[in-house]
């Protein structure tokens, strides 16, 4: 089994080339879903990590996913690349 890839902005797992975001040469991304990034671009790139947990939290609700199942989702957000990447200057 090969090893599972997550968007590094919202933390979906992203294993199906159908669900990757592209990169500018039409490439998918192997970091980013395609609800976050589109053309080596992120979609909503102003977005906080706090709008972003609470979107997050919104749709695994909508989901009907367990509260624990969603309280780990969130807690792991922090760690992923979009949001501990230093921005440039």
């Known amino acids: 089994m090969g090893t599972t890839l997550y968007c590094q902005s919202c933390g979906m797992p992203i294993d199906h080339p159908e669900m990757r975001g592209t990169e500018q040469n039409g490439s998918k991304s192997l970091e980013y879903c395609v609800y ?20 997050v939290r919104t749709k695994l609700k909508e989901m009907n996913m367990p509260p624990s199942f969603i309280d780990g989702a969130v807690t792991n957000l922090p760690q992923l690349r979009r949001w501990t990447r230093k921005p440039t200057p």
């Open 36 to 55: 976050c990034y589109a053309d080596g671009h992120l979609i909503n790139p102003d977005m906080t990590l706090g709008q972003m947990t609470d979107l």
